[in-house]
């Protein structure tokens, strides 16, 4: 079979990138290892660019109804003094961004992809080997009756952190385990959380609460294994008590958790985007840290740009620059989490006081806001 484009990895950024080129008469693969769709326990926090990127799918009628606005983002440090706040007023826009869970996004993308005539979904089909030539890229799939063979004009690696067409192409990554762990759960309140999501950073690690529908949020607490490893085994009554002691009461009485989970974190940049042919593209180019919230929304960018480019040439030449993005994206990710881990005196106050400035200067604010919002393009 042969195809324009072949998309190796179902998840939320593969499919996202084949329902984007709905509006192309381009043939599309795309190629998923897994037999059914796996159900993601992840909450996603989309900034406003995203928010839009799902717009113009129409994909947002169906995700709307498990989606909670993000009106206000308050940042703190356990302990010590200095708060950041960020508002949608202050950015002049109707809402910094939105909470959906990540179940949710997939079962809005594929009903999309049900509906689309030029797109083939592969489930189960493996891929074990891709070779390359002058004209198109072969690829070899597993599947649970045999192997297949198709052939593609581009392949993007969309399969994650441990891509495999990141190890078929030998393209080496710089990674950093920063050992540490993200406990992912839904906390239930007895009053509202009036759409302010909440960046509470710990000695090691940080808590994050997100705003969901009713009085909920998304719960993602980010910390050394060890520890993680030791809440996942608390009772529930245990974890939510140790969760009120470590986050406070700016959410008030936190009444209720529920199924807990957890993923490692770790930092990878693969040092090639692009091999002839071949182009890599979410966490198969780069995996970051969790605390700035920029996974999934600089993988959405990235679509965006691609999804342009390839409705006026199927090449990879001639590719706007939007790796200066993915270059700021990371390095926010990272320093954000080399500061907050740091625990010396010298370096608390001079963070603490940064956050104060952050706070009282309105321009350094707004350029910081228009970074995670999405809004600062490269040139």
């Given amino acids: 079979m042969k195809y324009d484009i072949a998309i190796v990895g179902g998840g939320?950024?593969?499919?996202?990138?084949?329902?984007?080129?709905?509006?192309?008469?381009?043939?599309?693969?795309l190629i998923d290892a897994a037999p059914t769709h796996a159900n993601d326990h992840r909450?996603?926090?989309?900034n406003a660019a995203s928010c839009d990127f799902f717009k113009d799918l129409k994909l947002w009628p169906a995700l709307a109804l498990h989606t909670a606005a993000i009106q206000e983002v308050h940042v703190s440090t356990r302990g010590h003094f200095g708060t950041t706040r960020l508002t949608a007023q202050e950015m002049d826009v109707p809402q910094l961004g939105s909470v959906v869970p990540a179940s949710e996004i997939n079962h809005a993308l594929y009903a999309r992809l049900d509906t689309l005539n030029n797109v083939d979904i592969l489930r189960g089909a493996t891929l074990t080997t891709l070779l390359q030539t002058t004209s198109h890229v072969e690829l070899t799939l597993q599947t649970e009756s045999g192997q297949e063979l198709i052939e593609a004009n581009i392949v993007v690696g969309a399969d994650g952190t441990f891509s495999t067409v990141r190890e078929l192409l030998q393209i080496p990554a710089e990674t950093?385990?920063?050992?540490?762990?993200?406990?992912?759960?839904?906390?239930e309140l007895q009053r509202s959380h009036h759409h302010i999501a909440y960046e509470r950073f710990l000695k090691k690690g940080a808590i994050a609460m997100l705003p969901l529908t009713g009085n909920r949020v998304a719960t993602i607490w980010s910390g050394d294994e060890k520890e993680i490893n030791e809440f996942l085994k608390l009772s529930d009554s245990d974890f939510l008590n140790t969760l009120q002691e470590q986050f406070g009461y700016r959410l008030g009485k936190l009444i209720k958790t529920h199924a807990r989970f957890s993923y490692p974190l770790k930092f990878i940049k693969a040092k090639e985007n692009i091999k002839d042919r071949v182009i890599l593209i979410g966490n198969a180019a780069h995996t970051v840290h969790p605390i700035a919230a920029q996974g999934l929304?600089?993988?959405?960018?990235?679509?965006?740009i691609l999804t342009k480019h390839f409705s006026?040439?199927?090449?990879?030449k001639n590719l706007p620059d939007f790796f200066t993005q993915q270059t700021l994206s990371m390095h926010l990710s990272h320093r954000l989490t080399q500061l907050f881990s740091m625990d010396f005196l010298v370096v608390n106050a001079a963070r603490q006081l940064g956050m104060m400035g952050l706070d009282l200067c309105t321009f350094a604010k707004k350029r910081f806001g228009k970074r995670l919002l999405g809004q600062i393009k490269p040139m």
């Fill in 176 to 187: 950093i385990d920063y050992q540490q762990k993200a406990l992912v759960t839904i906390t």
């Fill in 297 to 304: 929304n600089l993988a959405l960018f990235e679509v965006d």
């Fill in 43 to 46: 909450l996603i926090a989309l």
């Fill in 12 to 29: 939320m950024v593969g499919a996202s990138f084949a329902a984007a080129l709905h509006n192309t008469s381009l043939r599309i693969a």
């Fill in 312 to 316: 006026q040439e199927l090449s990879l």
